[in-house]
C-alpha cells in the first residue's frame, strides 16, 4: 500500500497498471481502500493539537507501556 500510496494517477485513474505485476495489482485494492480514509484527512484548516492531544495521548496507552525501554 505505501508503495502506491501517493502515486494518484494510478489509483485514481487506473494508469500505469501495464507496470504492476501480479502482486501489485492484488495489493492495490489496499490502496483503494486507504484513499478512503487518506483524501478526507487533509483539510485548508490546522487541526487544535491541545484539542486532539487527549484523544491521542489515550489510544497511545491503549498500546504502549507507560514506559518504553529503549
Avoid: C
Wanted: proline share 7%; aromatic share 22%.
Amino acid at each position: 500500500m505505501i508503495h502506491y500510496h501517493s502515486f494518484y494517477p494510478a489509483h485514481q485513474e487506473g494508469e500505469y497498471t501495464y507496470l504492476m505485476n501480479d502482486r501489485d495489482k492484488e495489493m492495490f485494492k489496499w490502496v483503494r481502500e486507504f484513499q478512503n480514509y487518506d483524501l478526507y484527512s487533509k483539510s485548508a484548516v490546522r487541526p487544535d493539537v491541545r484539542e486532539l492531544r487527549p484523544y491521542y495521548e489515550q489510544l497511545i496507552a491503549g498500546y504502549f507501556p507507560p514506559q518504553i525501554a529503549w
